[in-house]
């Protein structure tokens, strides 16, 4: 069995989120605002104005996780191929 230890912590080892456009894909920190007519306040993609996802960093490869679908084992979470790999071992 083999670990990576390869931790992708930035200045400040921030939890913050990112984001995932589900329309276009583009990843963000600040989901974009906007006020409909009648006041009502939509978050969205502010490069498309799509619908979007929380995503996080994949605790054993350190990618984003590209999808809607994560995996959470124990306090980690996992993309779609490290939790194929963890569960195959
Ligand atoms: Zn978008
Ligand atoms: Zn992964």
Known sequence: M???TT???HSGCSNSNMYLCLDCGELFQEPFMYVEK???Q???CPYC???YVDTFRCDECGEWICSDKYYIIG???YCDE???K???E
């Open 86 to 88: 963890i569960s195959l």
């Open 42 to 44: 939509q978050m969205c």
């Open 49 to 51: 104005k799509g619908d």
């Open 38 to 40: 009648h006041g009502e």
């Open 75 to 77: 306090k980690r979470k």
């Open 2 to 4: 083999q670990f990576t």
């Open 82 to 84: 490290c939790c194929m």
């Open 7 to 9: 931790r992708l912590c």
